[in-house]
C-alpha cells in the first residue's frame, strides 16, 4: 500500500529524503494531510520555500474544512 509505506519509508528516511515517497501517497490519497505537511518540510529544507507554502496552504484549505489533523499540524508548522 503506497501510502503506508509512504508514511513507514517517509519517516525512516526523513522528510527530505521522502519527497517521492510523499507525492506517491498524495498521488493515491490527497486529503492525507501528514504526508502534504512531510512534503512541505522536505521542499522548505531543499530550498523551495515557494512549494512548501503551495502545500501548506492547501493543508490550510482542508483546516478550514474541519479537518483537526491539518489543524494541529499547521500549528507545529510554526515552530518547525
Known amino acids: 500500500h503506497v501510502i503506508a509505506a509512504g508514511n513507514r519509508h517517509g519517516a525512516a528516511i526523513g522528510q ?5 515517497l510523499w507525492r506517491a501517497a ?8 501528514l504526508a502534504r505537511y512531510n512534503l512541505a ?3 522548505a ?6 512549494a512548501a507554502i503551495g502545500q501548506l496552504e ?3 484549505r482542508a483546516a ?3 479537518d483537526p489533523t ?10 518547525d
Request: with cysteine; net charge positive; proline share 3%.
Open 58 to 60: 492547501e493543508m490550510g
Open 26 to 33: 498524495l498521488v493515491v490519497r490527497p486529503s492525507l494531510v
Open 45 to 50: 529544507l531543499d530550498g523551495h520555500g515557494k
Open 64 to 66: 478550514k474544512d474541519g
Open 41 to 43: 518540510c522536505g521542499l
Open 16 to 20: 527530505r529524503g521522502g519527497q517521492g
Open 70 to 79: 491539518a489543524s494541529n499540524l499547521l500549528e507545529k508548522a510554526k515552530a
